[in-house]
């Protein structure tokens, strides 16, 4: 290698570092140094908090679900302009007293009739149950409007 390659590596050299201390004087001035720690605790926060949200929502789930009372329709049958007779199957969680709001609906999805009955609990996982419901006028259909524990 000749005399003046070395002096402009050299000369490259000492221009860089003079302008890396010049931006490490400035970065100080104003506050632009890079803080580690502080890296350090927004992510150890971040962490907490998503930890903390998704606990939440496992807590909130599984707390909702066990109450949870699953009912599926069998059928209804229109007996006259005074009552219908709906047939469901419930299941609601092992032991539990619940309680069902069934309703008698009109052509226009009005409710002309509506009855609360109140189970006690079973041994049975499921069970059929088949309600009568009186009416104001003639209904077209009848369902159960929601089941919960009591």
Known sequence: MNERALTMRGGRRRAASQRAALQKKLDDR????????????????VTVFAAAAIAYLVWITLGNSLDDISIA????????????????????????????????????????????VEYDPFPETTRSFTERVPTLALATTGTVKECWTI
């Open 30 to 45: 104003y506050g632009r140094t890079s803080r580690p720690w502080r890296r350090r605790v927004f992510w150890i926060g």
């Open 73 to 116: 329709e069998t059928g209804y049958l229109v007996v006259d302009e005074r009552a219908v007779t709906v047939s469901f199957q419930a299941t609601p969680p092992s032991g539990a007293r619940f309680a069902c709001a069934i309703q008698a609906l009109d052509e226009d999805f009005g409710v002309v009739g509506w009855r609360v």
